[in-house]
């Protein structure tokens, strides 16, 4: 069974950074597309990043192009997210998600596996 466990979630203040990290366990990391995801309180869970098994695909929503990166180490079964200039609107939980099939993918429901979340709240 596939773990996802995230961390690194916390208190900022706007244009802070915050980096999270979601380690895996227990399948086939280097082989999966790795996503992040955020859902704010009474909205619907939306799609964040997404980076390939090998590292060489990427897509970011576009709220958070050119501020957030995503990132692997496949030798440590773990992806990041780095966000950068943060903003009160990127407050969320943050998931962390996997798709074994290793697509393309933003939709929440193709992805297969997911972490439990992590807080992230940015203070205006």
Known sequence: QVQL?????GLVQAGGSLRLSCAASGGTFSSYTMGWFRQAPGKEREFVALMTSSGSGTSYAASVKGRFTISRDNSR???????????????????????RRGRIVTASGRYDYWGQGTQVTVSS
Do not use: I, R
């Open 5 to 9: 466990v995230e961390s690194g979630g």
């Open 77 to 99: 079964n773990t992806v990041y997210l780095q966000m950068n200039s943060l903003k009160p609107e990127d407050t969320a939980v943050y998931y962390c998600a996997a798709d």
